[in-house]
């Protein structure tokens, strides 16, 4: 039987495509192997969203060229996913070790190519192709190999970005936007409810475009409500997320669904960007600040506490000291729970990477620490403001850096670490707080529930 490691780089829809990878191995009868030196198979499920995730990509393939290749010459080595779509063949040609490069709309066919390989029917596979349908291939799971994900689970719901946003490479590695049908997704939530898991998180690039030039607006509902109506319908299920939503994407149909969904979890990721609206024109997001504050605005009117975290990309090509105070203002405004900010990346055929004004690194990093500063200041106040309330979490699994403490989460999306029990698991419970750090609060179930 053989066995495939996979290394995955990037965002959480990638983190799914390459957990529906190995559950489609692990049906063809593959093992997942504990780390790479075993395996037989190694892949590296890619990002490009950044320079530096592409780097670290081909650096760990060289690595494995280098020594897994020459101790184990058998081995296969692939790279899946957005680097291995954009850059196709021309990653072979860099690095000749590599037998596979496989695309975004093509991870459904890892299996058989891999038996190829291993087969010797074929020494090279480069499929970057387009396939329509491929946006529903995302559907198997691997719930009984992880305690996390049997408690709390993904389902991709649309591929794709139409948006070109002019800083972004995604409409160039995922493709336009394609959304799968709502009894499709309702049938892969409703499976996984009946196999334990109590939270579904909808992911998509752009998951407020579900379904918008398939699905009429039906009662004043869009595409991406009407299905949040009917995954809520499902029994079992106790807590719904989306990421990532485009603010331009909450019409009042949404901000009301919060009001009126109580499984929808007060938690929303809307991102910024720039709160200039200067830059935000030049980054074609078709938002405003104006519009941006309103909706915060409205969403905590329907949902008081609701958590808001955003990402934000300091040193776009332009960008002045003025601009950017209008960034640090609007992050002082609005409060957010936490922020992702990310220095600009220049990413080849991005409009963005050819404007003039291109921001030095040295001030990229400057405002990067700046904002950071910032952000790290609300984000403890806001955090220490939990200090002896009770909340209610989801019990999701083992914490990732101590196994013998529990990690679950709040409706609105902060992580709660506690010294709980195994029979906890995938219990919602109400936890004391009892201590703050760093974006995490430390809860005791004992106090409340015992
Ligand atoms: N440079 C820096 N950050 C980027 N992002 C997307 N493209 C770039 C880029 N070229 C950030 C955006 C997006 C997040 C996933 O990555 O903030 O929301």
Request: glycine residues 8%; charged residues 25%.
């Amino acid at each position: 039987m053989p066995s495939v490691y996979i290394k995955t780089y990037g965002c959480q829809m990638n983190e799914r495509d390459s957990e529906a990878v190995a559950a489609q191995l692990v049906a063809r009868g593959w093992s997942l192997a504990p780390s790479e030196a075993t395996a037989d198979a190694i892949l590296l499920n890619t990002c490009s969203v950044r320079d530096f995730a592409e780097q670290k990509a081909v650096g760990k393939m060289q690595n494995l060229a280098a020594e897994t290749r020459r101790a184990r010459p058998g081995v296969v080595l692939g790279f899946l996913g957005c680097m291995a779509q954009s850059r196709g063949r021309e990653l072979i040609d860099r690095l000749p070790d590599v037998d596979l490069v496989l695309g975004t709309q093509k991870f459904h066919h890892t299996a058989d190519y891999l038996a190829d390989l291993l087969a010797g029917r074929r020494t090279k596979i480069v499929d970057v192709a387009d396939e329509s349908g491929s946006e529903a291939a995302i559907r198997e799971h691997l719930l009984n190999g992880n305690a996390k994900k049997s408690v709390s689970a993904f389902v991709s719901i649309m591929q794709g970005c139409n948006q070109y946003c002019t800083f972004c490479i995604v409409p160039y590695t995922r493709g336009g936007e394609r959304s799968r049908t709502i009894p499709d997704i309702v049938a892969e939530c409703r499976q996984l409810a009946a196999g334990g898991v109590r939270e579904i998180t909808l992911l998509g690039q752009i998951v407020t475009s579900y379904g918008r030039r398939e699905l009429p607006v039906r009662d004043g509902k869009s595409a991406f409500v009407q299905l949040l109506e009917a995954v809520h319908e499902i029994d079992g299920l106790e807590r719904i997320r989306f990421t990532s939503p485009h603010p331009k994407g909450y019409g009042d149909d949404l901000i009301e669904a919060y009001g009126r969904l109580p499984k929808l979890c007060a938690w929303a990721h809307l991102p910024l960007q720039s709160g200039s609206d200067r830059i935000l024109k030049l980054m074609h997001r078709g938002d405003t600040r104006e519009h941006y504050a309103g909706l915060i605005a409205k969403l905590r009117r329907v949902r008081p506490g609701i958590g808001l975290t955003t990402d934000i990309i300091v040193g776009f090509p332009g960008e002045t000291e003025d601009d950017f105070e209008q960034t640090l203002a609007l992050c002082r405004e609005v409060r957010f729970d936490n922020a992702y900010l990310f220095k600009y990346s220049e990413r080849r055929d991005t409009p963005a990477a050819l404007m003039p004004d291109q921001v030095p690194q040295t001030v990229r990093e400057d405002r990067n620490q700046r904002l950071l500063t910032v952000i790290n200041d609300i984000g403890r106040e806001k955090y220490n403001d939990y200090l002896g309330r009770t909340v209610r979490i989801l019990v999701e699994g083992p914490s990732k850096t101590n196994p013998a403490r529990l990690t679950g989460r709040t409706s609105c999306n902060k992580i709660v670490l506690l010294e709980g029990a195994p029979r906890h698991l995938g219990q919602v419970l109400d936890v004391k707080v009892t201590r703050t750090g760093s974006f995490t609060l430390y809860a005791d179930p004992a106090i409340v529930n015992l």
